[in-house]
């Protein structure tokens, strides 16, 4: 008799008219950090969960050190540590890890619901070079999340000038998941400095 495919291969309970907010990447490993962008997310947007969609590999990255996916999901799950923190990899039965073909995927499954794309501004800076990027602009509102040293790199960048228009001020950001897209802002939090990176370079100065 064959397994029944673990509940982090499927995505997560969804009701109609929750705000989610999802958080995508390789989380190699998850840390502290991404924990804290969830929080303030969900503060800031009235967001009642946030997915932390661990992807089985990401298509821009070298996957040279990259953990299992299974590995990957058991420490993101003990680093969330939250219960409106839901940790997936239902990617992995997509069959692609382009954030395009997973929002699709989304919307057809939840079409109630009202899903939040969460990105550092890191990512924003190099938005332009993920496939499909602008579909994904125009799928559903985004959260650029500030991270230390890359706001102006990535507020100057392609995908950063292509979007400034249709930008949300910061007062608004509590309605953004009604908004119709493109609509998106940038929220200013307490930053910190860990990375994934750093983490397993194990750089002391970044994960004590």
């Not at 509940?7 to 190699?28: E, H, Q, T, W, Y």
Request: glycine share 6%; proline share 8%.
């Amino acid at each position: 008799m064959l397994a029944a495919p673990s509940p982090a291969f499927k995505p997560p309970l969804a009701l109609p008219g929750m705000r989610i907010g999802l958080l995508g990447g390789s989380f190699n490993p998850a840390h502290a950090g991404h924990r804290h962008i969830s929080l303030h997310a969900m503060a800031r947007a009235g967001l009642n969960r946030v997915w932390w969609v661990v992807t089985p590999g990401n298509p821009l990255k070298s996957h040279s050190e990259l953990a299992a996916l299974d590995m990957r999901l058991r420490l993101a799950d003990a680093v969330a540590d939250h219960r409106r923190i839901d940790v997936t990899g239902f990617e992995v039965g997509l069959g692609s890890s382009f954030t395009a073909q997973t929002l699709a995927y989304l919307n057809t499954r939840f079409r109630e619901v009202r899903f939040v794309w969460l990105m550092g501004a890191d990512n924003l800076a190099q938005f332009h070079q993920w496939k499909n990027w602008r579909r994904i602009v125009a799928t559903l509102p985004l959260i650029v999340i500030d991270r230390p040293g890359w706001r102006y790199r990535a507020l100057a960048s392609p995908a950063g000038t292509f979007i400034a228009p249709y930008r949300v001020a910061a007062e608004d950001v509590l309605g953004l998941a009604t908004m119709m897209s493109p609509a998106w802002a940038y929220l200013d939090i307490p930053l910190s400095p860990i990375s994934s990176t750093a983490i397993r370079h194990q750089d002391p100065e970044l994960i004590e």
